[in-house]
């Protein structure tokens, strides 16, 4: 099976001064690659919390995680490049370097794995193209594009460096619903067209229309949800 990310029973809990909050709390998960798998839940339910550890920004206290046939339990060197190298994040503001433009802000992920090299800038160009961000607005400044246009341009750089995870992070929520679901048609092609692992959290029901697989999580749990009745193998 090594076209599924699992991840094993894990927790986090955060020790805090008005009590510990178990943000993920024994949650179990497969995704697979070349689909999106979507986790709705309401605002403090954990969905950024288990995003993290999927993608090793955070550590679990327990459990688990397999990437395609992989045990990532990783440190040091090979931690910083499972994370530059693997996955590619998208956040609900964008996280773009507003001082930078378009095109730095996609060839910067590159230079950071790789160094300095040929090649960068023709292929943040056509990432960028291909997220219909073209010409001159690849050399404007974040700070001056609209939301939908950030998001595309971080979509391009989550790209950057051919990462097989893209995790999402309410992709969605600082957007209107017209460039919204733009944004979600382009990570569901990225699943069925580039094969790539997709795993969007959201407070967004409608996001659900685009799942091949969804869990609702509720106070760190997570549980399955039944969608696209008899679609799905
Ligand atoms: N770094 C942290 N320190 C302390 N508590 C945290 C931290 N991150 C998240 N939490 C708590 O964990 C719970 C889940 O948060 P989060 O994962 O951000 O949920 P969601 O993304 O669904 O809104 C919340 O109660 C939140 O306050
Ligand atoms: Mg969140």
Not at 56 to 79: H, M, N, Q, T, W
């Amino acid at each position: 099976m090594h076209d599924l990310l699992e991840v094993k029973d894990i927790s986090k809990t955060f020790k805090a001064k008005a009590g510990d909050v178990t943000a993920v709390d024994n949650v179990n998960l497969s995704a697979r690659k070349g689909e999106v798998t979507v986790i709705v839940g309401p605002s403090g339910s954990g969905k950024t919390t288990l995003l993290y550890l999927i993608g090793s920004l955070e550590e679990p206290d327990e459990g688990g995680i397999e990437v395609f046939g992989e045990d990532i339990c990783l440190s040091g060197a090979d931690l910083i490049q499972f994370r530059r190298k693997r996955v590619g994040f998208v956040f609900q503001f964008f996280n773009l370097i507003t001082a930078l433009t378009a095109l730095e802000n996609v060839t910067l992920p590159m230079d950071l794995a790789d160094g300095s090299s040929r090649g960068q800038h023709e292929r943040a160009v056509e990432l960028l193209a291909r997220m219909g961000i073209d010409g001159r607005l690849q050399k404007a400044k974040a700070n001056k594009m609209s939301g939908g246009e950030k998001q595309r341009v971080a979509i391009a750089r989550a790209l950057a460096n051919d990462p097989d995870i893209i995790l999402a992070d309410e992709p969605t929520g600082n957007l209107d619903t017209a460039t919204g679901k733009v944004v979600v048609d382009i990570l569901v092609e990225l699943a069925r067209r580039d094969g790539k692992c997709v795993i969007i959290v959201t407070h967004d029901e409608s996001i659900l229309e685009a799942a091949d697989w969804a869990y609702h999580m509720q106070d760190g749990r997570l549980e399955g949800i039944d969608i696209k009745e008899g679609s799905s193998p």
